[in-house]
């Protein structure tokens, strides 16, 4: 079955630099678009990036722009977030989802969680 | 970026239909999705293309669209659909991804 396995979270300091991995089975992986998603604690949703199935396009939301990068490697069928820069308002639940043209974010991951935090 | 607008709470009794709403400027131009997700699990797609359902979703779960608003409709409600519900939508241009602020549905 379709699986997405989050990993890399943990806890770092402000101003530091976390790399999230995203490994994805039971799917054709370079198929597909992908996004991160993260939660707050105690909030909601909040869109953070997505990234084409052949990389050729990244977009990002207001609040990472700029710090956070997205990138894939079909070859390894896995999907990366580095972050720089962290903030404590980065403190979340991340998430990485596929995206089917026909029906959206589709199937998601168990998400990790990153704690920044002197 | 724009904005999608959720009641924070909504309470039915079981066997009663709930109705959670999202309001947005671009939804009538742009397909919504709905996620639920119960606590401490990952969210899970309900609704997608304003009304579609996909499989392994109960048919309680219905979706409309009527100009800026769309509706997760649960007719039937069950104990088990107690969760926080989300409604989710693009820009025209697929670049940008914005989530509603998110609906409790509490079940009596």
């Known amino acids: 079955q379709v699986q997405l396995v989050e990993s890399g979270g943990g806890v770092v300091q402000p101003g530091r630099s976390l790399r999230l991995s995203c490994a994805a089975s039971?799917?054709?992986?370079?198929?597909?678009?992908m996004h991160w998603v993260r939660q707050a604690p105690g909030k909601g949703l909040e869109w953070v990036a997505v990234i084409w199935y052949d990389g050729s396009n990244k977009y990002y939301g207001d609040s990472v722009k700029g710090r956070f990068t997205v990138s894939r490697d079909n070859s390894k069928n896995t999907l990366y977030l580095q972050m720089n820069s962290l903030r404590a308002e980065d403190t979340a639940v991340y998430y990485c989802a596929r995206d089917t043209n026909n029906s959206g974010m589709d199937v998601w991951g168990q998400g990790t969680t990153v704690t920044v935090s002197s | 970026s724009f904005d999608l607008t959720q009641p924070p709470s909504v309470s039915v009794s079981p066997g009663q239909t709930a109705r959670i709403t999202c309001s947005g400027d671009a939804l009538p131009k742009q397909y919504a999705y709905w996620f639920q997700q119960k606590p401490g699990q990952a969210p899970v797609l309900v609704i997608y293309?304003?009304?579609e359902r996909p499989s392994g979703i109960p048919e309680r779960f219905s979706g409309s669209s009527s100009g800026t608003t769309v509706t997760l409709t649960i007719s039937g409600v069950q104990a088990e659909d107690e969760a926080d519900y989300y409604c989710q939508s693009a820009d025209s241009s697929s670049t940008y991804w914005v989530f509603g602020g998110g609906t409790k549905l509490t079940v009596l």
């Open positions: 293309k304003d009304t």
């Open positions: 039971g799917l054709t992986f370079s198929s597909y678009g």
